[in-house]
């Protein structure tokens, strides 16, 4: 991806015709810094449902991502690749806190057993 300040200079000398598509925020400054997720989930019964990520840095700042629109399937040893945005960019990750929700007002609770994950920065993708 490209900072909305700098794509000119650097998509247009490299192409003769360039498309350019902004995946931006609706609050100010309108960026968004986007992260990875791949999680394996432990669970034996299949779960379906949402995950919001909250990151927090060493002074307690903390930024929460959007849900995305459409639910995530997850099965046992089975590796889910989920792309989390974020209105703020946290540089120095202390702590990261995962929510499951099915996004329904009843019936069971369930929860989603995480065997291992793992979080990219798409923006900084050498952190």
């Known amino acids: 991806g490209y900072h909305a300040d700098r794509w000119k200079k650097l998509l247009i000398p490299n192409s003769s015709s360039t498309k350019a598509y ?5 609050k100010d400054p309108f960026c968004m810094y986007n992260y990875l997720l791949d999680i394996t989930t432990w669970n034996k019964s299949v779960r379906r449902g949402f995950i919001k990520v909250k990151l927090s840095d060493y002074a307690g700042d903390t930024v929460e991502s959007e849900i ?10 089975k590796r889910v690749k989920i792309l ?33 994950m793992k979080l990219k920065s798409l923006n900084n993708p050498k952190r």
């Not at 902004?22 to 609706?26: A, E, K, L, V, W």
């Not at 995305?68 to 040893?77: I, L």
Request: proline content about 2%; overall charge positive; aromatic content about 10%.
């Open 22 to 26: 902004f995946d931006t925020s609706d």
């Open 68 to 77: 995305n629109s459409e639910a995530s399937t997850f099965q046992q040893y």
């Open 84 to 116: 989390a945005g974020f209105h703020r960019d946290i540089e120095k990750i202390a702590k990261i806190s995962l929510t499951f929700s099915t996004k329904t007002l009843i019936g069971p609770k369930h929860k989603l057993r995480i065997l291992q």
